[in-house]
């Protein structure tokens, strides 16, 4: 009987341990899921002023007002491409516009041999919304890829929610239309140059309107964007520094 006694004793000492364990378990628990509430809380409190930073920075976003800045990195998501990463690949959709704060980029696509083309470079000196080329043909996938060629920041907007508010805001508006006519305005050069200018010419205008990318870029992907094999590419580097020297004498 007293050994009953006893075990029911411990028994009701444990029970009692064990509450006043689970207790201060569920405070600990508690505390720590507070502690990871406020961190993402701090951490997307951060994001945000360092996008609206950011934002207020880049160029082309500099004629807007602070209140349209707002509605952008309201709907902005950013993403960091680590080099080579690719942001779109052949035969997907994508439904985003996108600007680069940082970085440089390459859209090509496969000929029917396999050999990669160059078609745009796009870096941020270079500050437009940019999407796949097919979207100005209303077509639903890609045949492009988009890859970085250094590690680069953008920000993606999806079309919808930009659209949306480009009828809401006129400077949201008149940033897409200027967009739009920077795009234009780049396929014209880029359509002239090749029809008409010669490779030296073509070479020495991307040198001096692009040195960003002409630093950043490998001499095989500015060869192939040029529409010049990266042999020419050499020689014709090695004249150009060449002159280059002599009126330095």
């Known amino acids: 009987m ?22 201060k378990n569920a405070l600990i628990k508690l505390s720590k899921l507070f502690n990871e509430v406020y961190a993402a809380f701090l951490f997307i409190f951060t994001l945000i002023m360092d996008m609206l930073t950011t934002f207020r920075n880049i160029s082309f976003f500099q004629e807007i007002s602070d209140e349209e800045i707002n509605i952008l990195v309201n709907i902005a998501t950013p993403k960091l491409l680590r080099k080579k990463e690719k942001l779109i690949a052949p035969g997907q959709s994508f439904n985003y516009f996108f600007i680069l704060s940082n970085g440089l980029l390459r859209f090509f696509f496969d000929d029917e041999n396999g050999v990669e083309n ?22 639903s996938t890609t045949k492009y890829t988009i890859e970085a060629v250094v590690d680069t920041q953008i920000f993606l907007f999806n079309k919808n929610e930009f659209e949306e508010a480009a009828f809401k805001y006129r400077g949201i508006h008149n940033l897409y239309i200027k967009s739009l006519k920077q795009i234009i305005s780049i396929l014209k050069t880029r359509t002239e140059q090749l029809c008409s200018s010669s ?43 060449q002159k280059r020297n002599q009126r330095k004498k």
Not at 118 to 139: C, G, Q, R, T
């Open 2 to 23: 007293k050994f009953l006694r006893l075990l029911f004793i411990v028994y009701c000492l444990s029970l009692n341990t064990l509450n006043k364990y689970l207790k």
């Open 118 to 139: 160059n078609l745009f470079l796009p870096s941020e000196k270079e500050a437009a919304l940019i999407e796949n080329p097919e979207a100005y043909s209303f077509e």
């Open 199 to 241: 490779p030296h010419s073509r070479y020495e205008d991307f040198l001096r309107e692009r040195p960003f990318t002409s630093q950043n870029a490998s001499r095989k992907h500015i060869a192939n964007f040029l529409g010049i094999t990266p042999n020419s590419l050499s020689r014709m580097t090695a004249r150009i520094h």
